[in-house]
C-alpha cells in the first residue's frame, strides 16, 4: 500500500517536472550576483527527477535526515518530491530563514492542500495580508483572550474523558483530535449550535482524510470526496456568519474580530477569506495538539516516576481548588512548573513539526553557499532538538532538562519569526488543562504492546495509542493524594 502510494507519488512528480522549469540562469538582481563565488551545499542530488525521494519516503524520514547531516553538516543539498532544496540542520541557519532574512522566503506549499484549505488562509501568505491577518489571529489567541475561556475548555476535557472512560479501548489520537477540535471551534466562534459543531466535524473530518491522501482528479477518491465535503463547510460557515452578522454582537472571539476587521480605506474581509482563515486555524490547530497530547499520555505511562510527580503537583491544585469543585484559575494553569516541563520535553521529544519548507525568493548567501532563487528550504527542527550538543542524551525523556532554559533558539516546537505559531499558548492551556482531569481523576493503561511510529503526516504512536482510560471513584482519587 505504501509502495504503491510512493511510485503514485514519483510519477505524479516526473509529469510536473517535465514543465519545471529547472533553475533559471539568467538571474538580474536579487541578493547575491551568482558568480564563482558561490558554491552550491555538499550533498547528492540522486537520481534524475526523483531525487532522492524515494531514500527520504522508504526508511523513518529522520534516519535520512541525521545520516544526511552526519554525513554533510548543518547545511546540504538534496532533490525529494519534485524539488531541488536545501536543508538546514543548525540553529543559526533556522534563525536565518525564519527570522533575521525571513522576507527572502516565501512559505510554499504543494497546490492540492492549498485547495483543500483555501488559498487565503494565512499561512500562504506574505506580507501585508499575511501581518494585517496574523495580527488578528494573535490577538485572538492571546493569554488574555484565553483566560476567558477556561471553564469551556474544562468542560470540553471533563466530557472528553467521561466518554474515555465508557468506552472499552480508545482510540487515543483519535480521540484527542475530537477534543482539540472542540477546543478550535470555541476559540473560533465562541459558544455554537451543537447541530453546527457537528456538521463541521463530520465534514471537516472527510477534508483532514483528503488531505493526507494522494491528490488526484478520479471521483470517489479520498482527494475528491474532500474537496466535495470542503465545499458544504463553506456553505455551513457561510450560514453561521450570516447568522452572526445579524446579532451585530460585537464578539471577541476570532470570528467576531474577522468580521469588524477594517483596513485604512475601510475595506474589509470577503467571506471567502473568512472563511478560508477560519478551516486554516481548525487545521493547523486540531492533529498538532492532539498529536502532543497523545506523545504526553504515551511519555508518562511509560515513565511512572514522572507521572507520580505530576500528579502530586495536580492533586496540590485539584485539592486547593476543594477537591475540585472550583473552576482551575489562570493563575494555577500558570504554574504547574513540572507539567510544563512534560510539554515542553514532550514537544521536544516528538517534534511534531519536524521540519518546515520556506522557497527562495531571490538567490541567497548564506554562510559562503549559494541557495539559489526557487530552490525549497527545509529548517529540520528535529535535528537541532535531538542535537546532542543542546540536548545531553536527546532519545531520553527527561523533562528536568527544562529546569535550566535551553540555549538560544535550540528550542522551537511552535517555529519562530513572521509565522510562529499564534496558537502557542492555547495549545499549551488545552494540553495543562486535559493533564490536570486526567491525573486527578482518571487512571489509563496503554493497551498492547507495539512501539513505533506512524506519520499522518505528523508522529503519533502506532495506531494512535491504544488506551484504557478508567474513572477513580472519589475515595480512591482521595486515598492517592494522601499517599502522594
Ligand atoms: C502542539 C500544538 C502545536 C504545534 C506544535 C504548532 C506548531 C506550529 C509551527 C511550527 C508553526 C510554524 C510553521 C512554519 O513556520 O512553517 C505553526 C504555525 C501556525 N499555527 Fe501552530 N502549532 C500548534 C497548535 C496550534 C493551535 C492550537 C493553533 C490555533 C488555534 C495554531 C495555529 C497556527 C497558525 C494559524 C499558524 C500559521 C501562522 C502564520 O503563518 O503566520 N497552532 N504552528
Ligand atoms: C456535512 O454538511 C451538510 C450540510 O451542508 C450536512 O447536511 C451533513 O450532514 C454534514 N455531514 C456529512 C457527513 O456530510
Redesign the pocket.
Known sequence: METVSILLYIFLFLSTLLSYPFIRRKQKGGLVKRSAAYKLPPGSMGWPCIGETLQLYSQDPNIFFATKQNRYGDIFKTHVLGCPCVMLTSPEAARFV?VTHGHLFK?TYPRSKEKLIGSSA??FHQGNY?TCL?KL?LSS?SPDSIRKLIPDIEAIAMSALESWSRTQVTNTFDETKKF?FN??IL?IFGHLDISYREKLEENYSIVDKGYNSFPTIIPGTAYQKALVARKRLNRILSEIICERKETRLVEKNLLGHLLNLKGERGQTLTEDQIVDNII??LF??QD??A??LTWILKYLYDNPRVLEAVKAEQNAIYEANDGGKMPLTWAQTRNMPLTYRVVLET?RMAS??SF???EATVDVEYNGYLIPKGWKVMPL?RNIHHNPEFFPDPQSFDPSRFEVAPKPHTF?????????????E??KI??LILIHHLVTKFRWEVVGSQSGIQYGPFPVPRQGLPTRFQKLSSTTALQDVTLN
Open positions: 525564519l512559505p494565512l499561512f499575511h496574523r489571529i489567541l482539540s477546543v478550535g476559540s486554516g486555524v493547523a490547530a498538532t495538539t498529536s502532543a514537544l511534531i513539526i518546515t519548507f520556506r527542527f522551537m516546537p511552535f517555529g519562530k519569526g513572521v509565522h510562529a505559531c499564534p496558537g502557542n492555547l495549545a488545552q494540553m
